[in-house]
């Protein structure tokens, strides 16, 4: 099993930043990408960002050029780095581990609000 414990987010202007972050614990060894969902009130989750232990990374197109994900693999940690936010953020977000793209782990969530 691995543990994930999100950090970060909050409340914050349309333009400014934010900066979620991650920690996973447990079976490391049972995971090679980590990433982050999102889901706004009446919507599906749908994928924000992934990065892989190689450091290779996927974006969706609505967040690309304004969010940039990082993965420290001596810590065990992922950061999601969002600037100039718009109000269609808002979301809760919810970090993810899994292999390849077999997301199988998720944290609780953590609520990004974009006021206009």
């Known amino acids: 099993q691995v543990q994930l414990v999100e950090s970060g987010g909050g409340e914050v202007q349309a333009g400014g930043s934010l900066r979620l972050s991650c920690a996973a614990s447990?079976?490391?060894?049972?995971?090679?990408?980590m990433g982050w969902y999102r889901q706004a009130p009446g919507t599906e989750r749908y994928l924000v960002a992934s990065?892989?232990?190689?450091?290779?990374?996927n974006y969706a197109d609505s967040v690309k050029g304004r969010f940039t994900i990082s993965k420290d693999n001596d810590k065990n940690t992922v950061d999601l780095q969002m600037n100039s936010l718009k109000y269609e953020d808002t979301a809760n977000y919810y970090c993810?581990?899994?292999?390849?793209?077999?997301?199988?782990?998720w944290g609780q969530g953590i609520l990004v609000t974009v006021t206009e």
């Open positions: 993810t581990a899994g292999w390849e793209s077999q997301f199988e782990y």
């Open positions: 447990g079976s490391i060894f049972s995971i090679n990408t």
């Open positions: 990065i892989t232990n190689g450091g290779k990374t």
